[in-house]
């Protein structure tokens, strides 16, 4: 939704922390959206693997002592009961030796982790501030404020789900050790991975409805940051490089930079155009 409601909101992008071309806040939050999709398909694209069942190979995986049918018929029971599409593994000596399925299924949370702890960053860094860091959007204040200075407004939903990012990953640590440790015809360590998995599975949850709910949905453009940095911004330059080429461009914001001008000001005193020439042509909102 915020994607949307934000796609003609014009904003100066950065590439490694440092100024960059034009975007709109709405394509910024696509791109969030866009990740957030892939992680859940990644995920969805799991469960297949991790629902099959070792239930009737017994021992090594033979099925030494199982009844004809017995695996099939169970699995059925257990997938009717749980209303999940729980199936008898086809090969029951992988199954029980090896727990893949479940470094899989969790690597695809600790994908959704990284994601999400991009997201999260990206959002406090761009609500730093209010007035010395960049405050392009504001974000809701959940909490009076910091114990010491008053009126001090906290990114905490945005800490409280990238510490659950980490614990995702730490967790998946974990779940990858518990996989090696299929000795021969068994793995014994799922207790270990289960305990992991599940947690994940419930911190990023909960984590994920708290952020929607306290942070999310109350984010704001500041349009006054918003059109400041923008303005500042000496990458609007590169709208020039097709009208005049790189190097004088390049020219005009080392210029600019140096003698704390305007891009308009050093393209006029340079000569390389004219005032209607670079209103014509460096335009932010054509740039995105």
């Avoid at 904003?11 to 969030?32: C, N, V």
């Avoid at 008898?88 to 470094?103: G, Q, S, W």
């Avoid at 068994?186 to 992991?196: E, Q, R, S, T």
């Amino acid at each position: 939704a915020k994607s949307k409601e934000f796609m003609n909101v014009v904003k100066i992008g950065r590439t490694h922390l440092m100024d960059a071309t034009p975007l709109t806040l709405g394509q910024e939050f696509s791109g969030y959206v866009s990740q957030l999709n892939h992680g859940l398909k990644a995920l969805n694209n799991t469960l297949s693997h991790l629902s099959e069942l070792a239930l009737g190979g017994t021992a090594v995986g033979t099925g030494i002592n199982t009844p004809s049918g017995y695996s099939e018929l169970v699995a059925k029971h257990i997938a009717d009961f749980t209303k999940l599409p729980f199936i008898t593994a086809d090969n029951k000596f992988e199954a029980l030796a090896a727990h893949d399925a479940i470094v899989e299924s969790h690597g695809a949370l600790k994908q959704l982790a990284v994601s999400l702890n991009k997201i999260a960053n990206d959002i406090r860094l761009l609500a730093s501030g209010p007035r010395s860091g960049i405050g392009e959007i504001t974000i809701p204040a959940n909490e009076p404020g910091s114990s010491i200075m008053p009126g001090k407004v906290n990114p905490t939903q945005a800490e409280a789900l990238t510490m659950v990012c980490a614990q995702v990953i730490g967790n998946d640590v974990a779940i990858s050790v518990g996989g090696m440790q299929g000795h021969y015809e068994l793995n014994v360590f799922k207790p270990l991975m289960a305990v992991n998995f599940l947690q994940s599975a419930k911190l990023i949850g909960d984590a994920c409805v708290s952020f929607d709910e306290n942070c999310a949905v109350g984010i704001e453009p500041n349009y006054e940051n918003l059109k400041k940095n923008l303005d500042n911004s000496l990458m609007l330059v590169t709208a020039l490089n097709t009208k005049i080429g790189y190097e004088k461009a390049a020219k005009i914001a080392k210029t600019a930079h140096q003698n704390g001008t305007t891009l308009k000001e050093e393209s006029i005193n340079l000569g390389y155009l004219t005032a209607e020439e670079f209103d014509a042509w460096v335009k932010p909102e054509d740039m995105c």
